[in-house]
T-cell receptor, first 112, second 116 residues
Framework: GIQVEQSPPDLILQEGANSTLRCNFSDSVNNLQWFHQNPWGQLINLFY???GTKQNGRLSATTVATERYSLLYISSSQTTDSGVYFC??????????????FGQGTILTVHP | ETGVTQTPRHLVMGMTNKKSLKCEQH?????MYWYKQSAKKPLELMFV???????ENNSVPSRFSPECPNSSHLFLHLHTLQPEDSALYLC???????????????FGEGSRLTVL
């Protein structure tokens, strides 16, 4: 099956700093989502971005499908950005049935 | 309020108990999913329902029994669980795009299960 690798595994920032999280995937995809998992466990949708670039406030994401990677940018980080960030993909071709394959996540800690 | 709600949020059960997790989505989606998140492991897909029909069982042990009475509700019946089944169980829904469910997934808040 498709493999998803996220880097870095852990990231510690001072409030106000910028950061880039990376997601590499091993095959073509027709779905790629970025999530933020809050301390209570809920996965919050950040972006649905199988290709192209999107921005939402301080967050933006870019997926270069032909090179099989996606980047999540966090600017002017805040303590509330702390948590685990997941990249998840559905491989293209065949019957995907919404089978998201998750990366192992990036644990982000933002200090005041 | 999220579009996908799960109850209970926390559940503690013994290995001989029978319990159920409930998921309800208010998004008008036709596909629903159960995912499992164990400590130190990536999220794993368990089951997929498309228009109330089960279309995926990812080799899940029979002590987990899903039920989808309609497109808005999904249950996970639990029986004779093991301590290693302790995990966060996440429900999700999506709107299928054509014949393939390539739509965006939306998750509930999760049910944290502890098996003693």
């Amino acid at each position: 099956g498709i493999q998803v690798e996220q880097s870095p595994p852990d990231l510690i920032l001072q409030e106000g700093a910028n950061s880039t999280l990376r997601c590499n995937f091993s095959d073509s995809v027709n779905n790629l989502q970025w999530f933020h998992q809050n301390p209570w466990g809920q996965l919050i949708n950040l972006f649905y971005i199988p290709s192209g670039t999107k921005q939402n406030g301080r967050l933006s994401a870019t997926t270069v499908a032909t090179e099989r990677y996606s980047l999540l940018y966090i600017s002017s980080s805040q303590t509330t950005d702390s948590g685990v960030y997941f990249c998840a993909v559905t491989g293209a071709g065949g019957t995907s049935y919404g089978k998201l394959t998750f990366g192992q996540g990036t644990i982000l800690t933002v200090h005041p | 309020e999220t579009g996908v709600t799960q109850t209970p949020r926390h559940l503690v059960m013994g290995m001989t108990n029978k319990k159920s997790l409930k998921c309800e989505q208010h998004l008008g989606h036709n596909a629903m999913y159960w995912y499992k998140q164990s400590a130190k492991k990536p999220l794993e897909l368990m089951f997929v329902y498309n228009f109330k029909e089960q279309t995926e069982n990812n080799s899940v042990p029979s002590r987990f029994s899903p039920e989808c009475p309609n497109s808005s509700h999904l249950f996970l019946h639990l029986h004779t669980l093991q301590p290693e089944d302790s995990a966060l169980y996440l429900c999700a829904s999506s709107q299928p795009a054509g014949l393939e469910l390539t739509g965006e997934l939306f998750f509930g808040e999760g049910s944290r299960l502890t098996v003693l």
